[in-house]
Structure formats: C-alpha cells, structure tokens
C-alpha cells in the first residue's frame, strides 16, 4: 500500500508555544488529507479535512483558528497547534485519501504525540 | 444521524476459537464500510472494505443493510489477531471522503 509519514514523530512544548505538525504522502498525490485526534485507548476523533488549495473544512467543535491547516501542495498538509495548552496534549494522526485504482483508500500516519507542558 | 458503534471495548478469546466483532451503523443511503485494524505500536491500517469482498487473513465481514451491521468474523483467531479493530463508515455529504470511526474493539488472543 502507499505510505503516509508524519513528522514530527513526538514534540514536547510549552504552554503558549506552537507546533507545526506535518503529513506527507510519499508515492502519491493527494488532494484530500484528513486531521484526527485521538485520546488514550479511544476512538479517531475527525478534526479536519484538508484540501489542496482551498481552505480546510474543520468538523463541529474544532476552532480553526487554534488548529491551523495548510495543504500547500500535493503531498504536504501541515496542522500547526497554536498558542498550545495542556489540554491540547493528545495524538494527532493524519490520513491522506488515494482515489487511483478501483476503490479510494485512506491511508494513515504513523501519528505525532504532543505533550504540551 | 451518522454514527458508527462498536458494543464490546474488549473481545477476549482463546486461540483457535472463532471471533466475531461488532458493528453496526446508521446511515440514510448507500452505506460503504470498512474495517481498520492497528497493530500495538503500529498505524491504523485497512483490512477490508465491504465493497470489495475480499477476506483478508481469514476475516470476512458482510454488509447487512436490514440489520445495519457490519459484522467481522473469523473462523479461528490466531495470537497474531491481537490488535485494536475499528469499523469505519465513509460519511459525510458530497464525496468529501470523510470517515466516521467507531469506538473500537480490543482483541485479544489468549494462547
């Protein structure tokens, strides 16, 4: 299957700082890229669906101005967490649509840990 | 409403033992479901989509419209199985391509 990196893997930050967050997709291109949060032993929670060229749609409850998202180019979404808070520690995975072939498969990042001190 | 629900958090069985892991959804329309597995320590990765019909590492899952499931089953769970299972429903309106996740379910395979 394709491949999906993130990077950073982990960041530890101060409260008040802000944190970029990048996904790429590797051997494909992508126009849709996907943002999600996940808590310890729960569910992918959707933030955000980021579109090449166009502005992110971010999913009830999620402030776009605290998680930027820019899709600059084909292979490249980046969430950048501002003015982060303890509250926003969590894991942030991201996924990246891949409409060749028969069927679109979604695939995933290994996924960033933030822990916001 | 668009919702995805998966009962068990935690599905504990013997090897060899057949599993079953719920999931039923709501949705007004065509449903496409899927079914993510992750591996400890690994990412999120797809292991069967309802459409294709495929049986991946023994797991079938068929698509019930009249009972909303999408139940996905194995004959004979192996140690290797170990793992979090997600049922997923590509929701949304338009073709946004959007996910919808269940809670997940735990598997656990007990030698």
């Known amino acids: 299957g394709a491949v999906v990196s993130q990077h950073p893997s982990w960041v530890i930050c101060k409260s008040g700082t802000s944190v970029k967050i990048e996904c790429r997709s590797l051997?494909?291109?992508?126009?849709?890229m996907f943002w999600y949060r996940q808590f310890p032993k729960q569910s992918l929670m959707l933030m955000a669906t980021?579109?090449?060229?166009?502005?992110?749609?971010?999913e009830q409850g999620v402030e776009k101005d605290k998680f930027l998202i820019n899709h600059a180019s084909l292979t490249l979404s980046t969430l950048t967490v501002t003015s982060a808070h303890p509250e926003d520690s969590s894991f942030y995975i991201c996924?990246?649509?891949?409409?060749?072939?028969?069927?679109?498969?979604?695939?995933f990042g290994p996924g960033t840990r933030l822990l916001v001190l | 409403a668009q919702r995805v629900t998966q009962p068990e958090k935690l599905l504990s069985v013997f090897k060899g033992a057949p599993v079953e892991l719920k999931c039923n959804y709501s949705?007004?329309?065509?449903?496409?479901l899927f079914w993510y597995v992750q591996y400890s320590r690994q990412r999120l990765q797809l292991l069967l989509r309802?459409?294709s019909r495929e049986s991946i590492k023994g797991f079938t899952a068929d698509l019930n419209k009249g009972e909303t499931s999408f139940h996905l089953k194995k004959p004979f769970a192996q140690e290797e199985d170990s793992a979090m299972y997600y049922c997923?429903?590509?929701?949304?309106?338009?073709?946004?391509?959007?996910?919808?996740f269940g809670q997940g379910t735990t598997l656990q395979v007990k030698p």
């Open positions: 996924s990246a649509r891949d409409i060749r072939g028969p069927w679109e498969t979604q695939y």
């Open positions: 051997d494909f291109q992508a126009t849709t």
């Open positions: 980021s579109n090449e060229g166009s502005k992110a749609t971010y």
């Open positions: 949705y007004s329309g065509s449903p496409e």
């Open positions: 309802h459409i």
């Open positions: 997923a429903l590509k929701g949304g309106s338009g073709n946004t391509g959007k996910l919808i």
